[in-house]
């Protein structure tokens, strides 16, 4: 079988399990293509319509191994091939942290703005899992100095290697802390995406989360806990000019509710997504009270 005909047919076969596409792709078809270039290491610029090529034994013994895991296991694909991309970099990722998928990318890709004039030159990647968000913007800004902070070690074991991965010894530093406990430093920019599932909703999650570590979706019984926590500290953290941007996800309507008079600036995405809020240090201060 040519390599575009197995995708096209893998694709068939994912839309008929009803597979839940939510970590990293679409549709079935992006989540073939995912599968099928990454086990087999072909540039993800080239076309399907190009790929000619018949299928070795070998190959095809890959492929349909790693197929049935996606479809009897629902696992995700990232697990299965080890790698996901965020902001146009690629990651290691696996159980120890949950799949990279923020919408956060689109605000890294664009450096932020306009929320920030210029690059930041100390950044806080909060609750940070494998690293990505925190990496990416390393990446992107060769002069910022990165912290990647989590209550997980798995997941700064992940973290670790992906900044072993990409060459970041010399600027990213790894702090183990239950939010911004034991830190003493200000950052001009707190980036968080932290646990934000209901506890009573977690069960009602599609089989494939089920595969990610629970201690980086559920956030008490009304998905709040953890992102309230960190409204109430951050400003501690910021410096003066500093910015907090947080992701919520679909609890963003329960924060709305709950904190009406609160100003939140809710990032708008071209490429999708929401539920990813912006605060300065000032307003964090001033409504302090209410988050409590």
Not at 145 to 168: F, I, K, P, T
Not at 233 to 243: E, S
Not at 270 to 291: I, K, N, P, T, W
Request: some cysteine; aromatic content about 10%; glycine content about 6%.
């Amino acid at each position: 079988m040519q390599i575009s005909a197995y995708i096209h047919d893998l694709a068939a076969r994912f839309e008929a399990a009803r597979l839940c596409y939510g970590h990293g792709t679409a549709n079935p078809f992006d989540e073939a293509v995912y599968l099928v270039y990454s086990l087999l290491e072909i540039d993800f610029h080239v076309a399907c319509d190009s790929l000619n090529r018949k299928l070795s034994e070998t190959e095809f013994d890959l492929l349909e191994g790693q197929a049935r895991r996606r479809i009897s296991e629902r696992r995700p694909v990232a697990y299965l091939v080890n790698r996901a991309w965020f902001a146009g970099f690629p990651f290691n990722a696996d159980e120890r942290a949950l799949i990279p998928r923020s919408p956060i990318a689109e605000l890294i890709v664009k450096d932020f703005a306009p929320l920030l004039k210029s690059p930041a030159q100390n950044v806080l990647d909060l609750c940070c899992g494998g690293g990505c968000i925190g990496l990416a913007l390393a990446l992107r800004w060769p002069h910022a100095q990165v912290m990647l902070a989590d209550v997980s070690a798995q997941s700064l074991d992940l973290a670790w290697e992906n900044v072993r991965l990409h060459g970041l010894q010399q600027r990213v530093k790894l702090c183990q802390a239950d939010l911004f406990a034991g830190m003493d430093t200000r950052f001009e920019l707190i980036v968080a995406n932290p646990p934000y599932v209901p506890e009573s909703e977690y069960a009602e999650l599609a089989a494939e989360f089920g595969h990610e570590p629970r201690l980086g979706l559920i956030s008490g019984n009304s998905g709040l806990d953890i992102p309230l926590r960190i409204l109430r500290a951050a400003a501690d953290f910021l410096t003066d000019r500093g910015i907090l941007v947080m992701e919520v996800g679909y609890t963003a309507a329960a924060l709305s509710a709950r904190l009406p008079d609160v100003p939140f600036l809710w990032l708008q995405f071209d490429h999708g997504g929401d539920g990813v809020l912006a605060l300065s240090r000032e307003q964090l201060l001033r409504y302090r009270d209410r988050f409590n």
